[in-house]
């Protein structure tokens, strides 16, 4: 007779991120978590002429129509970090097919860096959003900070499905709740109605904004594997379809990349930063793929 396991609680969600994943980046980057988080926590030092490698965020405008010459600020970076994480929970977040969904990926996700930061004793807060902002979790530091995270991720009620998702309100929510100037990840599939990318572009000249785009590998390259149903997480609509159809596939693959390519705009038009994690990724080997790529943008 096989006695059904109980869910992991938070201690144990956080045990296994500090010995499968943290102890791993430790080596990786060697404490270099600055590659990481190059942007965040700073203040005004001084102004000077602009460079070709330097952050385009950082061009101060008004001077630059005065001195009729682009000019760019500098930043001294402060030892504490306030991060956030705006947190997609609508209902294709709860999706996946091989080896995990997209939602214990996000967990996982968000105990890692609100680990690797509350260590170093930096704050961590976090928004929760379905329809709404259903929950804001204010930035605090510690351990128990990052337990309550996990406790309450893995404690939401279920995803509830919904006419479409709009981002919108939540990046309208972090741009009235986030004050001071923090780094910010906004965790999603990005599967959105049109319209959040102002919102997106205003709160990147505010904060230094990182996106986390969840994807499973069956959303771009659907498999040939006959007749089945396929269901809208979003509204629950669902339609028959034949995938032994290899125009069909070829429709929907082509569909998925002309979508990333949409994405790709707005986050290069918005001087956002992405982290691609895939369900069938490695989160390790996906996060120092990210360090490296900052760490090459910074020469």
Do not use: C
């Not at 203040?43 to 000077?48: E, Q, S």
């Not at 309450?152 to 309208?172: N, V």
């Not at 396929?230 to 609509?237: I, K, P, R």
């Amino acid at each position: 007779m096989n006695t059904p396991t109980s869910a992991p609680t938070p201690e144990h969600i956080l045990q296994r991120i500090d010995w499968q994943v943290i102890r791993r980046l430790d080596g990786l980057l060697q404490g270099d978590y600055r590659t990481l988080f190059y942007g965040y926590g700073i203040d005004f030092a001084d102004l000077r002429e602009y460079q070709p490698q330097d952050d385009i965020r950082y061009i101060d405008w008004n001077v630059t129509a005065r001195m009729d010459t682009p000019y760019v600020r500098q930043y001294v970076e402060d030892r504490e970090i306030t991060a956030w994480f705006l947190l997609d929970l609508t209902p294709s977040i709860d999706f996946g097919t091989v080896q995990q969904v997209k939602l214990t990926l996000l967990v996982d996700y968000v105990t890692t860096l609100a680990r690797l930061l509350t260590r170093h004793g930096n704050r961590v807060g976090a928004m929760f959003y379905g329809s709404q902002i259903e929950r804001t979790v204010p930035a605090r530091g510690g351990r128990l900070q990052v337990l309550r995270l996990i406790n309450d991720l893995t404690k939401h009620a279920p995803l509830q499905r919904a006419p479409f998702t709009d981002l919108a309100p939540l990046l309208e929510g972090a741009l009235n709740t986030i004050k001071s100037r923090s780094l910010v990840f906004l965790i999603s599939d990005f599967i959105s109605a049109p319209g959040w990318e102002r919102s997106l572009r205003l709160l990147s000249r505010r904060h230094e904004v990182i996106a986390v785009r969840l994807w499973d590998p069956r959303e771009i390259d659907l498999p040939d594997v006959g007749l089945i149903v396929m269901e809208d997480a979003e509204t629950g609509e669902q339609l028959y379809v034949d995938t032994h159809d290899k125009k069909f596939r070829q429709r929907f693959t082509q569909a998925a990349h002309q979508r990333e390519a949409e994405l790709d705009t707005i986050f290069k038009s918005a001087g956002v930063d992405v982290l691609s994690l895939s369900t069938e990724d490695d989160i390790v080997r996906a996060i120092v793929r990210f360090a490296a790529l900052r760490r090459q943008r910074r020469k």
